[in-house]
Nanobody, 115 residues
Framework: QVQLVESGGGLVQAGGSLRLSCVAS????????MGWYRQVLGKQRELVAA???????NYAESVKGRFTISRDNAKNTVYLEMNNLKPEDTAVYYC?????????WGQGTQVTVSS
């Protein structure tokens, strides 16, 4: 019913930047929290950044000062600006959007940072 489409991933050199986008479509009543997670094969999926409906943000310690999460409520879109990328940032990035009683995940987009 509700689908999230991610874009913006790809291959970038260390020190470079990428901007991820996640657009929600379908039957959406309201959105509260939006966030980005990442996962490496064999490891736990971890929170990268989140933004609440009120605009409050929080970041994983490893990305503070480098990544910025933002949202456009009119477009049902959440962004992740990633700067000064490191090889350790290489992962599949997933967006998640949640309402009061529901949540939906994106399909994932690969981010690869070369050394």
């Amino acid at each position: 019913q509700v689908q999230l489409v991610e874009s913006g991933g790809g291959l970038v050199q260390a020190g470079g930047s990428l901007r991820l986008s996640c657009v929600a479509s379908g039957s959406i009543f309201s959105i509260n929290d939006m966030g980005w997670y990442r996962q490496v094969l064999g490891k736990q999926r971890e929170l990268v950044a989140a933004i609440t409906g009120g605009g409050r943000t929080n970041y994983a310690e490893s990305v503070k000062g480098r990544f910025t999460i933002s949202r456009d409520n009119a477009k049902n879109t959440v962004y992740l600006e990633m700067n000064n990328l490191k090889p350790e940032d290489t992962a599949v990035y997933y967006c998640k959007i949640s309402g009061r009683r529901w949540e939906t995940w994106g399909q994932g987009t690969q981010v690869t940072v070369s050394s």
